[in-house]
Every structure is written in structure tokens, then in C-alpha cells.
């Protein structure tokens, strides 16, 4: 099994986009020209803010289902690296 990336996007709006891909220059591309219809092509520009690598496609797919429910605030602070926030925000929701 090969590996995979999970990203976010920022459109143009300002609202966040999270993905998955086994090629994140060419998916960012697709998504910057407005080559994958759907929400982003909406809101372009597109600008990457955040990506991680997985060794298993799995692993990063998982991630993105996960990222992709998460609140703006929990987001933003994945996006800055905040794991003392992303910490505080998840004993919030747990509350």
C-alpha cells in the first residue's frame, strides 16, 4: 500500500477545504485552475495552508474524515501547528 497526503485548502471566500491525495502537487494544481469541480472550483483562488504525509493512504484518509468534522477553531490551529489548542478545543467538545 502506498502512502498518501491530506491537505487543506483555504478558498477564496475564506471558508477551508480538507482533501486526500497520492499526489498533492498535481490535486493543489487541479484545484488551483479549477480542474475538479465541486466546492472549490466555487471559490477560487484556492492557497494550501496545511499538509501531512502518511506512509499508508489509510492512515491519511482517516485523517481527512476527521479533519473534515472538525469546527473553524480546531482547523486553524492544526493549520499553526497549536497542539496545545487543538488539545484545549477537543476537552471543549468533550465537555
Not at 494544481?29 to 499508508?56: K, S
Not at 474524515?65 to 489548542?85: C, T
Request: contains cysteine; charged residues 30%; proline residues 2%.
Amino acid at each position: 500500500m502506498s502512502g498518501g497526503w491530506v491537505y487543506i485548502l483555504q478558498c477564496g471566500d475564506g471558508s477551508y477545504y480538507t482533501g486526500c491525495t497520492s499526489n498533492i502537487e498535481q490535486r493543489i494544481a487541479q484545484h488551483q485552475t479549477g480542474m475538479i469541480e465541486g466546492y472549490t472550483r466555487e471559490r477560487l483562488p484556492v492557497v494550501p495552508v496545511f499538509h501531512e504525509y502518511f506512509e499508508d493512504i489509510r492512515d491519511a484518509i482517516a485523517a481527512e474524515r476527521r479533519i473534515k468534522k472538525w469546527s473553524r477553531a480546531k482547523k486553524e490551529a492544526l493549520i499553526r501547528g497549536d497542539g496545545e489548542s487543538l488539545k484545549q478545543l477537543a476537552k471543549k467538545r468533550q465537555r
